[in-house]
């Protein structure tokens, strides 16, 4: 194994575990963030179903609930 594949494996290892790109790019020592993305990184296997789950929570339908505000109060006592 060489030096060049440790560091590949340690980038991929990163970004895949949700370490930001930017910071992936400072620790091996990249000015570029596009070097990080296009020399050591990968899409990963299940790059489908893990776009899937970040909105399978996420509806399209608006509310039902209404936000409440304070309204105005009606009571004859006096504000001071």
Same mark, same amino acid.
């Given at each position: ?16 575990e949700g370490v930001p =790109?930017?910071?992936?790019?400072? @620790? ?6 596009? $070097? !990080?993305?296009?020399r050591y990184t990968h +899409? ?9 789950? =970040?909105?399978?929570?996420?509806? @399209?339908?608006p509310t039902t609930e209404?936000? $409440? !505000? ?5 009571? +004859?006592?006096?504000?001071?």
């Amino acid at each position: 194994m060489r030096f060049h594949d440790l560091r590949h494996c340690y980038a991929n290892w990163l970004v895949s575990e949700g370490v930001p =790109v930017n910071d992936v790019a400072g @620790l091996i020592g990249h000015e570029q963030i596009s $070097t !990080t993305l296009n020399r050591y990184t990968h +899409a990963s296997r299940d790059r489908n179903g893990r776009a899937r789950a =970040v909105f399978a929570g996420f509806s @399209l339908n608006p509310t039902t609930e209404k936000a $409440t !505000t304070a309204e105005p109060s009606t009571s +004859a006592e006096p504000t001071a």
